[in-house]
């Protein structure tokens, strides 16, 4: 599991794609930017026998200080060919758990889900908030607020 890691950097490969980002005019992704990394991934993959739970993006590793990908990345394309992780729950069944505010034992629950698909543990609050907003860019896309609610927390069971 990649959180062992001290620095991951020394066990990762880094994958750059050409976008603006949040502060400059974050934009989708070109269709053939994601082709060619479809391609590249799909070969790192095997070459390095790398399992589709380590396949991350930025906000992933350093929901504190990174963004990128973003919530324009198609995750869920990547997960289809399986080259990374995804929930398989339909949006009509997300759409109505969401805002739905959680009990104190459900929200621990929702952490621990989190720490166990690999997010670090903190416990200073505007850490937690990045952690949420970074586990929604990448499997809430849609709703990106930094609150945890019942579609987040159905969303981190079924990634377990």
């Known amino acids: 599991c990649w959180k062992r890691f001290r620095s991951i950097n020394k066990y990762s490969i880094g994958i750059e794609i050409c976008n603006p980002g949040h502060d400059y005019g974050y934009r989708k992704f070109s269709s053939r930017q994601i082709f060619s990394l479809l391609k590249l991934i799909k070969y790192l993959k095997k070459k390095y026998n790398i399992k ?9 590793i350093a929901p504190n200080r990174k963004k990128d990908p973003g919530e324009k990345f198609p995750w869920k394309q990547l997960a289809k ?7 398989n729950l339909s949006e009509d069944e997300l759409k109505k758990n969401r805002n739905f ?17 690999g997010y670090l543990r903190t ?3 505007k ?18 607020d930094g609150k945890i609610d019942r579609e987040c927390l159905l969303i981190s069971k079924k990634l377990i």
């Open 52 to 60: 589709k739970q380590n396949i991350l993006g930025h906000s992933d």
């Open 81 to 87: 060919k399986n080259l990374c992780i995804w929930h």
């Open 101 to 117: 505010t959680l009990k104190p034992n459900e929200e621990k629950l929702f952490f621990n889900n989190l720490y166990r698909i």
């Open 123 to 125: 416990k200073i609050k």
């Open 127 to 144: 850490e937690k908030t990045n952690l949420i907003k970074a586990f929604q860019r990448r499997f809430r896309q849609s709703l990106i």
